[in-house]
């Protein structure tokens, strides 16, 4: 994995995106009323100022892991999770499949995983992973929990690494080995074949087009047989796929609404399993405002793909 996290630096740094390019801006912190309300009931912080000392520091503790802008400008903030048009359908599968089990994929601080489990979601069945441990550690700083207290279990590892996430078909039936502990997880994989929901917001498009095929792939491969099954998020695409660029010339492949409902229909299909799939594109506004122009992206280069992969 060091190898791994060595790459990804070295790419996060030619595109001048460390903190010594970009140092924290505290005009940057915003929340509505729906994030305050969540973040003081979460933290048991009700001062609007000791909330915004507190979550700035949780910032400050997550950059020193990785420099993503996403924790620059307080995307882990947003609660993309309860935003996405599909939310009302992972909370149904939680209160109302015995055992459905939720991974949350690139789940940095663990908001929207707290989230989910505020809303409803079972806390016995979340599972979340990410690449840094760190990330993980400082949410539980963040929401002023322990290991103990919020006992949802992080999966640390690289989803290209197949000792954590190995690629297999898509399940037509239920696994033949029994259902994992998830306490005791060390990898994703004795989660193949188990998993009702995964939500991937702000993940995809840190790959170029082969690695997200690669990634689909891996994740069809969790997802449980049963019909209502779903993979759901939201990440950076473009009204055509095709390639946007950086100001550092950098450029990062976006899917179209259309080619992601091909890519998901194609890895399914390939074992002849039917999926539907709900794909949209749009400008961002308020709470949805991107990093465009901190990565120097051109506006008009600046969209989300919002998307929902339900198995019939």
Not at 276 to 282: I, L, S, T, W, Y
Request: with cysteine; aromatic share 10%; charged share 20%.
């Amino acid at each position: 994995m060091a190898a791994r996290e060595a790459q990804i630096l070295d790419k996060v740094r030619q595109l001048g995106l460390d903190e010594s390019l970009y140092p924290l801006d505290e005009s940057l912190y915003k929340l509505d009323e729906d994030e305050t309300a969540f973040f003081k009931a979460q933290t048991g912080i009700q001062d609007d100022e000791e909330l915004k000392k507190h979550l700035l520091q949780g910032q400050a503790d997550a950059y020193k892991v990785f420099p993503y802008p996403c924790i620059r400008k307080f995307a882990w903030t947003k609660l993309k999770i309860s935003r996405l048009f599909a939310y009302h359908q992972l909370l149904k599968l939680g209160r109302e499949r015995e055992g459905a089990i939720l991974l949350d994929i690139g789940c940095c601080f663990g908001n929207d995983a707290r989230k989910a489990i505020a809303d409803g979601f079972p806390i016995q069945n979340v599972v979340a992973s990410d690449l840094h441990q760190g990330f993980w550690d400082a949410g539980h700083k963040v929401f002023r929990t322990t290991p103990e207290t919020f006992p949802v279990p992080f999966v640390p590892g690289d989803v290209f690494d197949p000792a954590h996430l190995a690629i297999v078909p898509p399940f037509t039936a239920p696994p033949t080995t029994p259902r994992p502990n998830l306490a005791t997880l060390t990898s994703l994989n004795p989660l193949r074949g188990y998993v009702s929901a995964v939500h991937a917001s702000s993940f995809f498009h840190l790959f170029q087009e082969e690695q997200q095929l690669h990634l689909a792939r891996a994740l069809a491969g969790l997802l449980a047989a049963e019909p209502g099954s779903m993979l759901s998020g939201r990440h950076a695409g473009l009204p055509e796929a095709g390639f946007r660029t950086c100001s550092s010339g950098i450029q990062g492949f976006c899917h179209s609404a259309e080619s992601w409902k091909e890519l998901w229909e194609g890895v399914f299909g390939e074992v002849g399993v039917q999926v539907d799939v709900e794909a949209r594109v749009f400008k961002p506004t308020g709470s949805d405002v991107t990093s465009g122009a901190e990565l120097g992206i051109p506006e008009s280069q600046t969209w989300w793909l919002e998307w929902v992969v339900t198995r019939l």
